[in-house]
Nanobody, 113 residues
């Protein structure tokens, strides 16, 4: 199983980024996928979830700004992040619930002027 995130970087407040997660080694199309983020000294925090059927969940603090999506034909997971704030600065990780659960290596997002 492999999850490889990309798309992080440094952006000014109010800017946008699109994160991608390339999945392999498991049945992606039937797996619930999630994005988490982590800042130094804190536990991973769930941001968004998308089920194999396309149902989505967005945490209150990103509702209306972040959107999770998937392309089952390409085994790809995405997160569009708009109206970024300095508080969004974190490492971002994709995660699959395919047992026993797997994490990607993460991609850093820094929001700073």
């Amino acid at each position: 199983v492999q999850l490889v995130e990309s798309g992080g970087g440094t952006v000014q407040p109010g800017g946008s980024l699109r994160l991608s997660c390339a999945a392999s080694g498991f049945p992606f199309s039937t797996s619930t996928m999630r994005w988490y983020r982590q800042t130094a000294g804190e536990e991973n925090k769930l941001i968004t979830t998308i089920s194999n059927g396309g149902n989505t969940y967005h945490a209150d603090y990103v509702e209306g700004r972040f959107t999770i999506a998937r392309d089952n034909a390409k085994d790809m997971l995405y997160q569009q992040m708009n109206s970024l704030k300095p508080d969004d600065t974190a490492g971002y990780y994709c995660y699959t619930q395919h047992l026993p659960g797997y994490w990607g290596q993460g991609t850093q997002v820094t929001v700073s002027s």
